[in-house]
């Protein structure tokens, strides 16, 4: 017997892969937890439990068995995606609605795992960004850059009962994304350069938020590594919107940021890794899937710049969600032996 002979090996299960997803989102989350504080952690958690509490009522409602589905850890990777997408302080209710959305709506309305066209997380996202807009704004400060700091206990309190210190403001423990801060200072016509002078701006973009962005790479190196997903997406993507900005930037240095601040910024390498690689709701084909990307890498960009939402990453996945069948058939393999014909 050959002790080197090719082995077929045994495909990932969708438990493992989706298992897979959640451990890669670990370095952002720990990365996470250190610059802004365990306020996440307690919007994960609150995801988690409503993704599953909201899949198995869904499962027992079409008569399908609850287990199986339960622990193939699909509603996690949801609730995770859209609790790190969603402001850490934001009352439980927010994050409780808009996984129950993404789960019962979004995934369950179309037949469940492998049949939903959009990405459930980002859908979630947008129905809360639409509805509950001030809620959607209250981001807490990077250690450090708060004029005050809320221990953990005082954070529960707020998420759940909405009460802060005495004498203590949201504005003190809240601010602006550096995304949202930098499309408000350019409409009051401030230079780049003064704008990225304020204290929130690190080296490449947000104090804190850059770092947290470096973790998901980390993540997305890993997913890469174990092939849970191709370099596709993720390469093509970045370099659409490193493309776009550098042009814009060249163009006019002192309105327009550079392209490593879009890539650190708000979603964009938590999309290009863990979000738009989305197996279900991305294309299948390798042609399809430059096309999608390039496409959202475009639009992510402008909805950003131009658009009224500073940061672009979840309408430019719903948008391209909306194309894959076209961009899948039109991207078919020719049928083999018969010219000019697709499948």
Wanted: glycine share 8%.
């Amino acid at each position: 017997m050959a002790l080197f002979s090719p082995f077929v090996s045994k495909p990932d299960t969708v438990s493992r892969i989706m298992f897979k997803v959640l451990l890669a989102l670990v370095p952002g989350i720990a990365l996470y937890v250190w610059y802004y504080g365990p306020a996440i952690l307690v919007s994960l958690t609150l995801a988690s439990l409503t993704a599953l509490g909201t899949e198995a009522l869904m499962l027992k409602l079409r008569n399908r068995p609850i287990a199986p589905f339960l622990k193939d850890n699909s509603a996690l990777v949801t609730g995770w995606l859209l609790a790190l997408s969603i402001p850490s302080l934001a009352p439980w209710w927010l994050i409780v609605v808009g996984t129950a959305f993404s789960i019962a709506i979004v995934k369950h309305l179309y037949g469940g795992l492998g049949n939903n066209p959009f990405s459930p997380a980002m859908a979630g996202f947008a129905v809360l960004i639409i509805s509950f807009p001030v809620q959607m704004t209250q981001w807490i400060s990077p250690h450090g850059l708060g004029a005050v700091e809320l221990g953990f206990l005082e954070q529960l309190e707020y998420i759940f009962l909405g009460v802060l210190p005495p004498n203590v403001s949201l504005d003190a423990i809240t601010m602006a994304t550096p995304l949202d801060t930098l499309k408000t200072r350019l409409h009051l016509e401030e230079p780049i350069k003064q704008i990225f002078a304020m204290p929130i701006y690190g080296r490449l973009a947000g104090q804190g938020s850059e770092m947290v962005s470096l973790g998901f790479v980390l993540g997305g190196f890993y997913l890469l590594a174990t092939r849970v997903i191709t370099w596709h997406i993720p390469v093509v993507f970045l370099g659409t919107l490193f493309a776009v900005a550098g042009i814009f930037h060249l163009a006019d240095p002192l309105h327009y940021a550079a392209p490593l601040f879009h890539w650190f910024s708000g979603a964009a390498l938590l999309g290009a890794f863990f979000i738009l690689t989305d197996p279900v709701t991305s294309p299948t084909t390798y042609k399809g899937k430059l096309i999608y990307a390039a496409g959202a890498g475009l639009l992510t960009y402008l909805i950003r710049v131009f658009g009224n939402f500073p940061d672009g990453v979840a309408f430019a996945t719903l948008l391209m969600n909306l194309c894959v069948p076209l961009i899948v058939l039109y991207t078919q393999p020719r049928v083999f032996g018969k010219k000019g014909e697709r499948p």
